[in-house]
């Protein structure tokens, strides 16, 4: 019996041991160090690195001896890497890092475009805003933001706005830029003034009620902390059972990491439930009986959590589309303000001013407490489960660009929805395009900057947020105007996010309007949906823009006008003047090179398409630079004979 004995205790001490060494996860990669971070080890690598070393979603690359992290489509130089509490801290490298308060940073960046580490249990982003320090105080990585204001006029009323003419030089078609520290409020916006730039700082010494650019500044020299917490928690999760890193949390004191978990047994019930299995085969009916009481003592302490678990899901299946959306709003931390209904009926003045109206409801003119002016979007009954509210709150709510519409705030009240937006004075483009109307008149040097700047603002949705944005409805209507003819893309009901990394998305996802929708959304044979759909109706759009004209015409009198891009194409492809009333030569080159453009953005496959990077390039350079396309098709079997 004691041979026995002494074997069980030798098996348990090793099962003890190897448990404890799968726990701790010896990696096994080296220290590196780039310029002055000199302790760059798991979970991160340096770029070049052997594969098996470090995790490849925390891959940092080491240029000119500066550590440098790749984070949403920017580069930032890496400060510092903290072990202890798992976090890193990186600069904008637009950023003076010597006392130069006339240096800016490069890249648009809000808290938002971040997750906190304890909101959403479905987030593989691998770095987020947030971490959990002890079992009763949230302790959020405290992000400030650095806001930029664009402004028409001179602010004096409102003590949030620093002036930074003394320290920046900005470029001479912005006339007042200002400078705001802390988040940013729908009463902060005054009229005439727009979102130029968002950056963050963690600084601590940043206060807010001091309205000091030179301290703004030294905040953004000081950079921002983000975490890879989540990740930790994963791995050093005490049970195979049931691992959220929602029940993880750093104790700042003991600097150790700590656990809620589900499962009471933790390790002890891995080791138990491993030695039932040892026991088993050694002591036969006595080891079979002691792992069915390890069995039955496990699913009983397991059988609340699996009947609290099997509840979540039979609600979650019954949830009406109000209470997916509150689930929605409740995980994700936006910066949109969420406005009651009372608040928003008063804004719209009782809703008697509209605007327009559409298949998704009504737009109303309202006004904020400020005094600047918005657009009310009171959405209709949605037919799915509220998922074009969440579209649209989800992508234009973690963007900013001159381009693209800024969305204020947000109203969720049962069955009403409502969409808080900046007020654009000179309504949607189509109206100027379109219109017979001599006073509605646009001349073909602002029609050129307007295509440049939607290029702009669709190339932004594209490669300048942390996640992909397709809008899948780049129309005429869907291009709005402030005051000075600034075009801002709007109405995102039909948008979706994806991975950068991800070229090609699922077919079905795939919506849009008739006359503008790539071929590839109807055709399967001539290759998959990705950013190339909006760079098609974004050709369709700027056709039209050049032509003053819609692309399809019934009443042409010659059935080789019917299609406009057609008809157009023989006219440049044979070297023929465009004829064209009252416009100067330079307005004619102008016209040309938009619609050269507008021929390659329209190919029939997505491959032969531009991307919107280059389609901005292309509009920026010079026509003798440009290549006449192929012809564009309609179809994939079409065959084009002369008529």
């Known amino acids: 019996m004691w041979r026995e004995r002494a074997l069980l205790v030798i098996l348990l001490l090793l099962l003890v041991q190897q448990i404890c060494a799968t726990k701790k996860q010896d990696h096994g990669c080296p220290l590196s160090s780039c310029g002055k971070i000199t302790n760059i080890t798991y979970p991160f690598r340096l770029k070049g690195h052997p594969k098996s070393c470090g995790d490849n979603r925390y891959e940092l690359a080491c240029e000119n001896n500066v550590t440098v992290l790749h984070l949403y489509s920017g580069k930032y130089h890496v400060q510092a890497i903290n072990y202890n509490n798992f976090t890193i801290r990186v600069v904008d490298p637009g950023v003076d890092q010597q006392t130069n308060c006339s240096s800016l940073p490069r890249y648009f960046l809000s808290r938002s475009n971040f997750t906190d580490t304890y909101s959403d249990i479905y987030n593989m982003d691998p770095y987020q805003a947030g971490q959990y320090s002890g079992r009763s105080n949230w302790d959020r990585l405290a992000f400030q933001h650095i806001v930029y204001m664009n402004c028409s006029n001179p602010v004096t009323q409102n003590g949030k706005y620093v002036d930074t003419a003394s320290y920046v030089n900005w470029d001479s078609k912005d006339k007042y830029i200002y400078a705001i520290a802390g988040d940013l409020k729908a009463e902060d916006f ?8 968002v950056a963050l700082t963690s600084w601590w010494g940043l206060d807010t009620n001091n309205y000091s650019y030179s301290a703004m500044h030294t905040g953004l020299v000081y950079g921002f902390e983000i975490s890879w ?9 005490p049970s195979k059972h049931g691992c959220y890193y929602y029940n993880c949390f750093f104790d700042s004191v003991s ?4 656990y809620w978990d589900g499962d009471s047994l933790g390790i002890l019930g891995d080791i138990l439930g491993t030695l039932g299995d040892i026991l088993g085969t050694i002591f036969s009916l006595e080891g079979l009986i002691m792992l069915i009481m390890l069995w039955a003592w496990k699913i009983l302490l397991t059988m609340p959590l699996f009947i609290v678990i099997l509840t979540c899901k039979w609600r979650k299946r019954h ?3 109000f209470e997916s959306i509150e689930n929605y709003l409740e995980q994700n931390n936006l910066m949109p303000i969420r406005y009651s209904y009372k608040e928003v009926k008063k804004m719209a003045g009782g809703f008697k001013d509209k605007l327009g109206e559409g298949g998704y409801g009504s737009v109303f003119k309202g006004k904020l407490r400020s005094g600047s002016c918005v657009a009310i979007k009171m959405l209709g009954k949605s037919k799915g489960n509220g998922q074009d509210f969440i579209s649209e709150v989800a992508t234009i709510g973690r963007t900013y660009h001159q381009n693209i519409v800024q969305l204020i705030g947000f109203c969720v009240h049962g069955s009403k929805r409502a969409l808080v937006y900046e007020f654009m004075p000179n309504g949607s483009l189509d109206k100027f395009i379109f219109s017979k109307d001599e006073s509605i008149h646009l001349s073909y040097d602002r029609i050129y900057n307007i295509s440049i700047g939607v290029a702009r603002g669709i190339a932004y949705l594209h490669y300048g947020c942390e996640m992909q944005i397709l809008h899948f409805d780049i129309k005429p209507h869907n291009i709005l105007l402030d005051e000075n003819f600034t075009p801002k893309v709007s109405d995102f009901g039909l948008a ?10 699922p077919r079905t996802a795939a919506r849009g309007t008739i006359g503008y929708m790539a071929p590839e959304l109807f055709y399967n044979n001539i290759g998959g949906i990705s950013h190339k759909a909006d760079v098609y109706s974004y050709g369709m759009l700027l056709m039209e823009m050049a032509g003053k004209r819609k692309n399809l015409n019934p009443h042409a009198e010659r059935s080789s006008q019917l299609f406009f891009p057609f008809w157009i194409y023989n006219h440049i492809r044979d070297g023929e003047d465009i004829e064209m009333e009252d416009v100067t030569e330079e307005e004619k080159k102008m016209v040309k090179k938009m619609i050269i453009v507008a021929l390659w953005c329209i190919q029939l496959k997505p491959n032969d398409r531009p991307s919107m990077n280059e389609v901005v390039e292309m509009l920026e350079g010079d026509i003798e630079n440009l290549e006449i396309p192929p012809k564009p098709t309609l179809y994939p079997s079409e065959t084009i004979t002369k008529n």
């Open 255 to 258: 600097q150790e990491l700590n």
């Open 496 to 505: 979706k996010l994806y991975p950068i990394d991800n070229s090609i998305v």
């Open 190 to 197: 005054q009229v005439g003034c727009h979102v130029k730039l």
């Open 319 to 321: 949830l009406s589309m």
């Open 229 to 237: 917490m989540r990740l930790i928690c994963e791995q050093h999760c």
